[in-house]
C-alpha cells in the first residue's frame, strides 16, 4: 500500500493563514502528476509552527481532496509521548490511511525510550498502519537498525521514513528487518542507491515541484528499467540539490512560487531566502524548465 513517489506537501500560507484554496490545488496537481501518495504536516509542511486546529485542518482538507484516490500518511510526531498519540489518534477519526512519526526532538530519548515511545503509540492506536521517522540531523536521536528490527515485530509498524543519508545505515536496516517493514528514503540525494538496496519508495521534497519525474524514477525502477531510473535520478540531482541550498521548506516553497504554484510566504523563524541563494535557485529552475 505504501511505495512509490510520496509528497511530504508543503503548506501554503496567505496573510499568516493556512491558503485552504492553493493546498487544494496543488494536491490535485500531485495526483495529477501521478503521485503515489501524501503526506501532510510533515517538516515540509512547518508542521513545527502549526497549532493542533491548523494541523488538523490541514490533515481533514487532504483527506477531503484525496477522497481515496491513493494514501494519505498524515505526520503527527511530537517530542511528547501522550502529544504524539492524541495527534495519531485525531489523524485517524479524520480519515487518514497512515500516520508519520518523526523521532522525538529535543530531549534526545535512548534506543530503550525510542522503543518505548513507539511501542505506546502503536499500542493506543492498534489499527493505524505506523511509519516511523528518523532524521537525526533535525531530531538529535538516530533510530538505530536493532531498534527498528524490535520494532518491527510490533504489528501496525509497517514502515520508516530513512532520512539519514548513511548507506550504510540503510543497508544493515533493510537487512535486520527490509522483509518486514517497508524502507522508503527520507534522503533525495541517496534515494536510487536506496532503491538498489531493497527501499521501496520515497518521501521527498524535490517531488514538490518534479512529481512526474520522481514517480517515473520508481516506477522505471519497479518495472526493472534501471538504466532509465538512474537518468533520472541524475536528471533530478540539481534539483535535489537546489531544494537544501537552505532549511527546507524555504527552498521549495520559494521554488513553488515561482512557479505560480502558492504564495512565498513562511512562518517566522522560517523566512524568505537570500538573494544569493535566489538566484542559483532560479537558474536551475529555468534549466529543468519549471520557470
Not at 165 to 191: A, N
Not at 250 to 258: E, R, S, Y
Not at 260 to 278: T, V
Request: hydrophobic letters at 40%; a positive charge.
Amino acid at each position: 500500500m505504501f511505495e512509490g513517489s510520496m509528497v511530504p506537501i508543503v503548506t501554503p500560507f496567505k496573510k499568516g493563514k493556512v491558503d485552504e484554496k492553493a493546498l487544494s490545488k496543488l494536491i490535485e496537481w500531485h495526483i495529477k502528476e501521478g503521485t503515489h501518495a501524501i503526506v501532510p504536516c510533515g517538516t515540509t509542511g512547518e508542521s513545527a509552527t502549526l497549532d493542533y486546529e491548523e494541523h488538523y485542518r490541514v490533515i481533514e482538507i487532504t483527506v477531503d481532496v484525496v477522497n481515496g484516490r491513493i494514501p494519505v500518511i498524515a505526520g503527527t510526531g511530537a517530542n511528547s509521548t501522550d502529544e504524539a498519540i492524541m495527534i495519531t489518534k485525531k489523524a485517524k477519526q479524520l480519515g487518514a490511511d497512515a500516520a508519520l512519526l518523526v523521532a522525538p526532538y529535543y530531549n534526545k530519548p535512548t534506543q530503550e525510550g525510542l522503543y518505548q515511545h513507539y511501542k505506546k503509540i502503536a499500542e493506543a492506536v492498534k489499527d493505524m498502519p505506523l511509519i516511523l521517522y528518523n532524521v537525526p540531523g533535525r531530531t538529535g536521536v538516530n533510530i538505530l537498525p536493532s531498534t527498528v528490527a524490535r520494532l518491527a515485530e510490533i504489528k501496525n509498524i509497517v514502515g520508516i521514513k530513512e532520512a539519514t543519508g548513511d548507506m550504510k545505515q540503510t543497508s544493515e536496516l533493510i537487512r535486520l528487518c527490509g522483509d518486514r517493514i517497508t524502507v522508503l528514503s527520507g534522503d533525495d540525494f541517496t534515494t536510487f542507491p536506496m532503491y538498489a538496496l531493497g527501499g521501496r519508495g520515497t518521501i521527498s521534497v524535490t517531488a514538490n515541484i518534479a512529481p512526474r519525474e520522481s514517480a517515473a524514477m520508481w516506477e522505471a525502477w519497479k518495472a526493472g528499467d534501471i538504466q532509465k531510473a538512474r537518468e533520472i535520478h541524475y536528471k533530478l540531482e540539481p534539483l535535489n540539490y537546489a531544494m537544501f541550498i537552505e532549511t527546507n521548506p524555504i527552498p521549495v516553497k520559494t521554488a513553488l512560487a515561482l512557479m505560480g504554484k502558492i504564495r512565498e510566504e513562511f512562518r517566522l523563524p522560517l523566512c524568505e531566502m537570500s538573494d544569493a541563494n535566489r538566484k542559483k535557485l532560479k537558474k536551475i529552475l529555468k534549466d529543468h524548465k519549471l520557470i
